[in-house]
């Protein structure tokens, strides 16, 4: 890609973000940071990666504008740089959650293409999952562009109603944390039956990644891959029946549920705002 892709924020999803392009083989002098505080752009800069404390340089470089600051502050940011953003009409790419493409579009002064992108932190290891959304106002050729920074980093899928972004949130842009609470919880478990941390760790990650790779691969879905393991009258039956027991479907239905929810209320809260 011979363009500049600037990451307005370089906190830790824009790290991984760029971390998985350079990793990729993008070229480091085509990424260029910006973020208040200094300490987190270093290891970038020492990659040969351009990186400033000024937004307003960052915005002045950059053919793809990457927000990746928190929604809580993306309106502050954006307002200073409506502009040079009006001036050199790079494509937006927000990755900020809840933050409707149309109250981005009015705070940077209007007209602008924009893709609100909801990534994931494994795009670090290049197994992000990236839901996207494009106004009307991105071609064809923004869109491929859109998908090929994302798509350097994982898998992507397009939703051609916003609203759905925050489902796409609630499903893999939080998803991570879930799988590592439940990692968490096994390594837990697995020492309170006797081992130590470093056996219930190994061996819970090493499951999670065969899981992972078999479910992606296999033939069949997780409910029959599932059914594979769970020998009639033995242990994983017993498993199963006290996570059936404990309500771990309806926990996960209610947690997804109120992330889903959260991201509307940021829109509410935060994108209403002049
Ligand atoms: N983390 C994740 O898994 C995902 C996050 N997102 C979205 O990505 C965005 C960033 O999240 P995340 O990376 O976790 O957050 P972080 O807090 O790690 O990163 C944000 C960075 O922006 C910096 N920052 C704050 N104000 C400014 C400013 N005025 N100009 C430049 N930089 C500034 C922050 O500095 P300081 O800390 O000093 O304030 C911080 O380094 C959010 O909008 C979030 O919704 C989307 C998908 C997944
Ligand atoms: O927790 C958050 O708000 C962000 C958005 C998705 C993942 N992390």
């Known amino acids: 890609m011979t363009i500049t892709i600037g990451f307005i924020g370089a906190g830790n999803m824009a790290g991984a973000l760029a971390g998985g392009l350079l990793a990729r083989g993008h070229a480091p002098e085509r990424l260029a940071l910006s973020d208040t505080s200094e300490q987190q752009l270093q290891a970038f800069r020492s990659q040969g990666v351009w990186t400033t404390q000024d937004n307003q340089a960052l915005a002045a470089r950059a053919d793809v504008l990457v927000l990746a600051v928190k929604p809580q502050v993306l309106k502050d940011v954006l307002k200073p740089l409506a502009g040079i953003v009006q001036a050199r009409r790079p494509l937006i790419v927000s990755i900020a959650a809840g933050i409707p493409a149309a109250s981005i579009e009015r705070w940077l002064g209007g007209n602008l293409a924009i893709v609100r992108a909801m990534p994931n932190t494994p795009a670090l290891v290049q ?148």
């Open 127 to 274: 197994a992000g999952a990236t839901g996207l959304y494009a106004n009307p106002r991105v071609d064809e050729t923004l869109r491929a562009r859109a998908a090929e920074i994302l798509g350097a980093v994982g898998i992507t899928v397009w939703v051609e109603d916003e609203a759905l972004i925050d489902s796409v949130t609630a499903v893999s842009g939080s998803g991570p944390a879930y799988f590592f609470y439940v990692m968490e919880a096994m390594v837990a478990a697995g020492r309170s039956l006797g081992l130590d941390e470093a056996t219930a760790r190994s061996l819970t990650l090493q499951t999670a990644l065969g899981a992972a790779q078999m479910a992606i691969t296999a033939d069949a879905g997780p409910e029959e891959l599932r059914r594979r393991v769970t020998s009639p009258g033995g242990t994983t039956e017993r498993a199963i029946a006290a996570l059936d027991a404990g309500k771990v479907r309806e926990a996960f239905a209610n947690a997804l549920q109120a992330c889903a929810a959260r991201g509307a209320e940021l829109a509410d809260v935060l994108g209403g705002q002049d």
